[in-house]
């Protein structure tokens, strides 16, 4: 089982960056397939971006792409979300996922564990 922690949300100006951080805790962090979600008010949830146990593939969603790049630090039990260029539509509540599964799925069913969520609001 693994513990997931949020951090690094805030307040930010259109075109402005942030970077979340996702510290897990529990064994075998290396081993989970990570990813990020996105949840706006009134909307569903969505998935951002995801990274395999390696980090050597990523995949992200469509709206997203070329802004924003997810990595990890096994060694520090770490994901990252670096969000440049952020838009007053980025602005949700942020989720850390971890999945047991052998693929970066968008589906947030394949995730079994889950954060409290970070939020993130970009002003125009």
């Known amino acids: 089982q693994v513990q997931l922690v949020e951090s690094g949300g805030g307040l930010v100006q259109a075109g402005g960056s942030l970077r979340l951080s996702c510290a897990a805790s529990?064994?075998?962090?290396?081993?989970?397939?990570m990813g990020w979600f996105r949840q706006a008010p009134g909307k569903e949830r969505e998935f951002v971006a995801g990274i395999s146990w390696s980090g050597g593939r990523t995949r992200y969603a469509d709206s997203v792409k070329g802004r924003f790049t997810i990595s990890r630090d096994n060694a520090k039990n770490t994901v990252y979300l670096q969000m440049n260029s952020l838009k007053p539509e980025d602005t949700a509540v942020y989720f850390c996922?971890?999945?047991?599964?052998?693929?970066?799925?968008?589906?947030?069913?394949?995730?079994?564990?889950w954060g409290q969520g970070t939020q993130v609001a970009v002003s125009s």
């Open positions: 996922a971890a999945s047991t599964d052998s693929a970066i799925y968008a589906l947030g069913f394949k995730y079994d564990y």
């Open positions: 529990g064994r075998s962090f290396s081993s989970y397939i």
